[in-house]
């Protein structure tokens, strides 16, 4: 499918400076060896529409024998999306899901009350050395969809749309942008999307969605009379008109937002809520580890371990 010319305008430069609300430097962790850089939840910035959480997950190279192993640890009130640039994780949850991420591929799984999982390079990934480089994300849950049961949707790269043309590959991910909607029925109004930019070329925001912003991977773009490199995620007021501009070496960029949620999430470990209290039984929940009976069980195919409950 060609990129549409008509949703291109012009970079802005001069007053338009104004235009972007918000800078963030994502704080960067180093996991032995495995650098995490999280851009949201930010001092500034909670949400960027109902993402909550977003963290670049490398990228690092693991020789022979050697990868990641996040053991089985539970969620509340969001859903994840692991999006890989390149190599694999296994995904395995409480729902009986057993499924490899791919790069380019869907993984979401809304928790709802209450999912357990676990992501590992495991198996035949560890054969060989292995690049592992991707973006991890979660979405804060409507608050009418918190206490509904836990539900898993895959979407293979071939499934999703992909915009071509003038300089520009743009796979969408989630929700609707562009005219476009990937088939992953989403829990709230919201775009997600990869775009790859070609030195000098441009892409415009999305102008049906209240909350936009704009995390660089690779690369560098202007936008607004600035330059930004990777590392970066800036995010726009509702409405203006505003195109991003590749640098010299080109740019991969990952779009994101929606409409912003009815109010402010509690985050707590790996529960998202609403309220102080949907936290605190999930806490207790966990902490009981009643796998058979309780609100939580464990992957059926990855239960001879899990994460404790933090002390704090």
């Not at 960027?48 to 670049?56: A, E, K, L, S, Y």
């Not at 991420?101 to 990934?125: F, L, Q």
């Not at 102080?276 to 580890?289: L, M, N, Y």
Request: glycine share 12%.
């Amino acid at each position: 499918m060609s990129w549409n010319p008509i949703l291109d305008a012009e970079v802005p430069i001069g007053d338009a400076v104004d235009a972007i609300k918000t800078v963030i430097v994502p704080r960067a962790r180093d996991l032995g060896g495995f650098e995490v850089r999280r851009a949201l939840p930010a001092p500034k910035r909670q949400m960027v529409g109902p993402f909550i959480f977003f963290d670049q997950m490398g990228p690092a190279e693991f020789l022979t024998g050697q990868g990641i192993d996040v053991r089985p640890h539970p969620h509340i009130g969001l859903a994840t999306v692991t999006y890989l640039y390149r190599g694999r994780l296994h995904h395995r949850d409480s729902l009986g899901v057993d499924q490899w991420i791919e790069p380019g591929a869907v993984n979401w799984m809304v928790a709802g009350n209450g999912v357990t999982h676990s992501e590992r390079t495991d198996g035949t990934a560890r054969e060989n050395p292995m690049t592992l480089f991707g973006i991890q994300t979660w979405v804060a849950l409507p608050e009418a969809l918190e206490d509904e049961p836990a539900r898993f949707e895959h979407a293979a790269a071939g499934d999703l749309p992909m915009l071509e043309g003038e300089g520009k590959q743009v796979r969408v991910i989630l929700g609707d942008v562009w005219g476009e909607r990937a088939p992953v029925e989403t829990t709230s109004e919201m775009f997600y999307a990869d775009a790859v930019l070609e030195p000098g070329a441009s892409i415009p925001l999305p102008d049906n969605h209240e909350d936009r912003g704009v995390y660089v991977t690779e690369g560098a773009v202007s936008v607004a009379g600035q330059d930004f490199g990777a590392g970066r995620m800036m995010v726009f007021r509702p409405g203006d008109r505003l195109s991003l501009k590749a640098g010299d070496q080109g740019a991969r960029l990952m779009l994101l937002g929606g409409a912003t949620m009815g109010g402010p999430r509690h985050i707590w470990w790996n529960f998202v809520a609403s309220s102080r209290e949907r936290i605190d039984a999930a806490k207790e929940a966990w902490r009981a580890g009643d796998w058979t009976h309780g609100r939580f069980k464990l992957p059926p195919a990855d239960k001879a371990e899990f994460i404790p409950l933090p002390e704090r």
